[in-house]
């Protein structure tokens, strides 16, 4: 069953703003990870944060993790058209082994130029 | 990083026939991988969990018999989709765990 819901489903913005994506879930979890998705191809990771960190940075990239809330936002932050995407979060669940992630519904993303 | 091939990337074949799709890791060795598959517009469903040496473990509502799955090497893991019916047309994915886990391209698989 699916455990990560995006929100939104969809956003659109215009390059140059910022673009950020909430994941909330329901179980306890040993990882959370984003991953971006294009149209009809693989996954592509992007970031990880585990269970006991609270913020990681990667270039344009902001994840946040709060435990308490169960959620999780990524922030990409001065987009550009080639970020335009579905980003998914999926969680690594705590005593679940690595690699059997659950994935949420993805937000699809576009930035227009 | 880490890679992971899957191949074919598109496969169209027809009704009552099998497609296998091979999913190996370049440069490390899994002793795990995973199989998902992805419907239109959803995110990706875990089908099974593929096993080097054993058999794999299948996730409810996967049908074991008509999703073979071989993981005959610690680089290879194979997903035979057998008699291949429309409602198959999907988009399947592995992923091989390292220090993270590390996705295929996927396979876009279209049955006429």
């Known amino acids: 069953s699916q455990q990560g819901e995006e929100d939104p489903q969809a956003l659109s913005i215009q390059e140059g703003e910022n673009a950020t994506m909430n994941c909330s879930y329901k179980?306890?979890?040993?990882?959370l990870q984003w991953y971006r998705q294009n149209s009809g191809r693989g996954l592509v990771h992007l970031i990880l944060?585990?269970?006991?960190?609270r913020e990681k940075h990667s270039g344009r990239l902001r994840v946040t993790l709060d435990t308490s809330k169960k959620s999780s936002s990524l922030l990409i932050t001065a987009s550009r058209a080639a970020d335009t995407a579905s980003y998914f979060c999926a969680t690594a669940n705590y005593g679940g082994s690595q690699g059997n992630l659950i994935f949420g519904k993805g937000t699809k993303l576009s930035v227009k130029p | 990083g880490a890679v992971v091939s899957q191949h074919p990337s598109r496969v169209i074949c027809k009704s009552g026939t099998s497609v296998k799709i091979e999913c190996r890791s370049l440069?490390?060795?899994?002793?795990?991988m995973f199989w998902y598959r992805q419907f239109p517009k959803q995110s990706l469903m875990l089908m099974a969990t593929s096993n080097e040496g054993s058999k794999a473990t299948y996730e409810q509502g996967v049908e074991k018999d008509k999703f073979l799955i071989n993981h005959a090497s610690l680089t290879l893991s194979t997903l035979t989709v057998t008699s291949a019916h429309p409602e198959d047309s999907s988009f399947y994915i592995c992923?091989?765990?390292?220090?993270?886990?590390?996705f295929g391209q996927g396979t876009r698989l279209t049955v006429v």
């Open positions: 992923s091989a765990s390292f220090t993270e886990a590390f």
């Open positions: 179980t306890s979890i040993n990882n």
């Open positions: 440069d490390f060795q899994a002793t795990t």
């Open positions: 944060i585990r269970s006991n960190e």
